[in-house]
Structure formats: C-alpha cells, structure tokens
C-alpha cells in the first residue's frame, strides 16, 4: 500500500476540518451549522477518501482503523424521532486506505478494525456535506487510556494524507456537557469563556493550550466532564502546517452547555 502514499500528490494539498456535530437531530435538519459545514467544503477538491476522528468510537488500550468495503451505518444514540434512525450513509470503505494509514502512524500500533463502521459523529455531518455518500470513507479510533499529549503526537504521523487525497476531520465539540444542557436560555458563563479561550488558542497557531487543557481545571472539567468530544480537535490540529491559518466558523454554543465551533486549516 506504500504506492498510495508515495506516488505524485493530487494537484491541491487537502484542507484539514474540525466540526462541532452536537445535536443528531442536524444529519436531517437545515440550519446553520449545517449550512457553515456545506460552506467548508464547498469548491474543495473532491477527497479521494475522507478520514473521520470521531468521539464516538473510543477503543481504551489501542487504535483502531475501519478497514471494510461496506462500513454499516451505526445509530448510536436513543430518544430521536423514527426519520433520524432511518438514515443511511452508503459510502463505501476504502481498505487500501486503512492499510496506507496503518503503515503511516508510527507512534502506536494501529490494528484493523471490519466491525464498526460509521458512528453519528462521521455520518451526522458527512451526510449534509457530501449527500451523494460517493466518496470512500472510513475511521480511526482514539485510544481513551492514552494522554492528549500522546494522541497529539500520534496524529501528526497522519500529515502525509493531506497530500494524497484525504479530507481528514475531527469530529466532536469543544464544549460538550451534557448534564448542563437546557433547551432554552442563555450559554453558560463557564461555556462561553472556555469556547472563547480555545478559539484564541486555535487562532494563535499555538496547540499548547489544548493539548494541556486539563491544567485549565474547573472550567475544562465543566466544559468537558469527561474528554471523548474534546480529543478529536488534537488530531485535527496535529496536521496543522508552520503558519497556516485557522478559518474559524459555526461559533456559538447549542443548548447551552454544547460549543459548536468548527474550524478549517488550509
């Protein structure tokens, strides 16, 4: 598989994307952030496949890559309207991508993976931005007993996709505790400020303050209870070049305690 990564790059270097996807109620719904995430993508190169880092495919111990022709479409959530379950994402996989990945990373041993597939956190906004599902798409797991720093470092061995085809996302969000969540009212003032710092950080070209978020304390304890939809952005960042600019959109927090904030490099 060495030839996928090693033989002449497509014309144009892939952009790197990090998307708030909050609510599943946004795969069948119109609104803004559906609109910024159609945005982000729109004139891009058509990906040769897309690599999507989703919080909701934790694998504590080790790492994962979907390697399947046909990756099933997983409804992991419960409470939502029948049409939400309905959906289907048909993409197919791309197995010789998984492979190319798998000889790439070199800081961790990464295994293939023929069972998952797609969680909410890929199809979710796959879905309103490439709803031909044509483009072969396809996972890696994050590795929840690792550190930021550690999965920070991993991800940087993913650069190279950039120039092969591959539109890498992460997908989570920046603010994401559930407990606090209301359906009306004003954002919390722990939610705005913890948004706030981070898009500064992200601006600034700066990774450190992310990476080590968790010095941050009680305001990253109550934008993130536990870390899953905040590690996605690490890998997003890792593929970062010297200098290159942060587009930032979607900014807002959804029911109060959820940042939508979304990001685009290059």
Do not use: C
Request: hydrophobic residues 40%; charged residues 20%; aromatic residues 8%.
């Amino acid at each position: 598989m060495e030839e996928l990564l090693s033989g002449k790059p497509q014309s144009d270097r892939m952009p790197v994307l990090f998307v708030g996807h909050g609510n599943p109620m946004n795969a069948i719904e119109t609104n803004d952030w559906t609109r910024g995430w159609q945005d982000a993508v729109r004139g891009i190169e058509t990906p040769k496949a897309i690599l999507v880092i989703s919080a909701h495919w934790l694998t504590p111990g080790k790492t994962q890559v979907t390697a399947m022709d046909a990756p099933r479409t997983i409804h992991d959530f419960g409470g939502f309207p029948d049409e939400l379950f309905a959906q289907q994402y048909p993409a197919p996989g791309s197995p010789e991508m998984a492979e190319a990945t798998i000889e790439l990373v070199r800081k961790a041993h990464v295994e293939p993976d023929l069972e998952w597939g797609l969680d909410h956190g890929a199809w979710s906004v796959l879905l309103p931005m490439f709803p031909d599902a044509d483009i072969p798409v396809y996972q890696l797991s994050i590795d929840y007993a690792a550190s930021p720093e550690t999965l920070f470092e991993l991800a940087k061995d993913l650069r190279p996709l950039r120039d092969r085809g591959v539109l890498v996302i992460g997908s989570g969000n920046l603010v994401h505790n559930l407990r606090q969540m209301r359906m009306s009212g004003a954002p919390y003032d722990w939610a705005v400020e913890f948004e706030t710092k981070m898009a500064e950080a992200i601006e600034s070209g700066d990774p450190k303050p992310l990476v080590e978020v968790q010095k941050l304390g009680r305001i990253a304890q109550l934008a993130h209870p536990t870390y899953d939809h905040f590690l996605p952005v690490l890998y997003s960042l890792a593929l970062r070049d010297p200098g290159e600019e942060a587009t930032l959109f979607n900014r807002g927090i959804d029911l109060a305690s959820v940042s939508m904030l979304s990001f685009r490099l290059g």
